[in-house]
């Protein structure tokens, strides 16, 4: 599908109230079929687990399986990340958002419909609380790279990101105790997750490496 399609292009996503009780946020963009949600809603009842997705039947789908089982530390919603995600959380009250295998979208008129861009990650610099984190993963290098070069860009910068591996590096070490079904693909293949994770400066502190 084509984020870009008119129909997309009409903001419509829908606030999503954190319950007051939630230790942490944990929000998955371009969820598909939940599977990390899912996994990691499981794992952590004392957080609140939000998957987005712009495939409105998949919204639905998950959203009933979540009833089904009883996940009552996890919700759904539609949103187009580019489009209309500033409409979706109060600021400041996101731990972790996880961009897991995004379309790498190869052709170069393609590459506007790329999820990380620098109006993605003001809105996401918003949302999160201070010292929290943006998690990015693909298992496209050019992809990743591509992302990687927005987030060390001085833009992404001065809004407070900063790489917990160091400059320009990436990092094996998945911050969560689960998995998107892509990542399990790609590991059983035995082919590396190229993975990411930006923390945003809490304000008057020092980077570390």
């Known amino acids: 599908m084509n984020p870009l ?16 009780a939630a230790e942490r946020v944990e929000v998955e963009l371009g969820c598909a079929d939940a599977k990390f949600s899912f ?11 939000v998957g987005l997705e712009i495939r409105e039947a998949l ?3 998950n959203r009933e399986w979540a009833q089904r089982y009883g996940h009552t530390n996890l919700a759904f919603g539609y949103v187009n990340v580019n489009v209309d995600l500033a409409r ?3 600021p400041a009250s996101v731990d972790r958002f996880h961009v897991l295998f995004p379309d790498p979208w190869f052709k170069a008129r393609h590459r506007k419909r790329r999820v990380v861009d620098p109006a ?14 943006l998690h990015v993963a693909s298992d496209v ?3 990743a790279l591509a992302a990687m070069a927005e987030l060390e860009a001085p833009e992404a910068e001065a809004l407070g990101f900063y790489n917990l591996a160091g400059e320009w590096a990436f990092t094996r070490d998945n911050p969560c105790e689960a998995s998107s079904r892509r990542e399990d693909t790609t590991l059983a293949r035995g082919l590396r997750v190229w993975r990411m994770r930006y923390q945003l400066r809490t304000p008057g502190a020092k980077q570390t490496p």
């Open 59 to 61: 919204v639905e789908r």
């Open 5 to 20: 399609g008119a129909h997309y292009l009409v903001a419509r996503a829908e606030r999503i109230d954190v319950p007051a």
């Open 141 to 143: 290098f050019e992809l």
């Open 39 to 49: 996994e990691l809603a499981a794992r952590r009842p004392q957080d609140f687990v």
């Open 120 to 133: 993605m990650l003001e809105v996401v610099a918003t949302q999160l609380r201070p010292g929290g984190e």
């Open 88 to 90: 979706v959380f109060a």
